[in-house]
């Protein structure tokens, strides 16, 4: 019967790994909108290095998610693999900060392209420049078709790195408690093997 803090962890990868799903759907279905524009229709200056960083967060998480799963039950239990069993933790504690550094970074980026960005414009001016997002929104209410779709899929994939990273960071630190657990029963049970070579 697993712990409650091994369910507890699962459940957070898990939860970490929908919104990383949602963030990729709402990204990809952006990008096939943006592209069954009519030639023209699309500015080419249109910065779009925010929504592109937002597949790195949705791949990646879905992807993390399996490889976490996979270290977890491919770890060996306490006994005498004590060196193969810290290896594998190193790794599933390298996975879970991934996991939370993903979406960090992700979040820094497209929020600071966002404000440095100019809103309600359809072309850059004055030396500034617009995101696909700005101008999907401003396109909108200009009644540009789709253009409302794109607008609110990339704001909605942004605000959803929030409550990702919140999850992230949660897990990770639930995942370093448990390692630290796992030192202590390694060097307890090298304690233990040492005292009984010694009778």
Not at 158 to 172: D, K, N, T, Y
Request: glycine share 12%; proline share 5%.
């Amino acid at each position: 019967m697993p712990s409650k803090l091994t369910i507890a962890i699962h459940v957070l990868n898990v939860v970490v790994g929908i919104f990383s799903i949602a963030i990729l759907s709402f990204v990809a279905r952006s990008v096939i909108l943006t592209n069954s524009f009519p030639s023209g229709t699309y500015p080419s200056d249109a910065k779009g290095t925010g929504r592109g960083l937002l597949f790195w967060p949705g791949v990646g998480g879905i992807v993390d998610m399996l490889l976490f799963i996979f270290l977890w039950y491919m770890t060996p239990p306490v006994g005498p693999q004590t060196k193969k069993r810290t290896a594998f933790w190193n790794g599933i504690l390298f996975v879970a900060s991934f996991i939370f550094g993903r979406p960090l970074i992700a979040l820094i980026y497209v929020f600071v392209e966002w404000n440095g960005a100019h809103k309600g414009q359809v072309m850059a001016r004055g030396g500034g420049y617009i995101t696909t997002e700005t101008w999907a929104c401003a396109a909108s209410k200009r009644g540009v078709q789709n253009a409302g779709s794109i607008c609110n899929e990339i704001k909605t994939a942004r605000w959803l790195l929030i409550p990702e990273l919140v999850v992230a960071a949660a897990m990770l630190g639930l995942v370093i408690y448990r390692r630290v657990q796992v030192s202590r029963e390694s060097r307890g049970l090298g304690r233990r093997e040492g005292g009984s070579s010694r009778v």
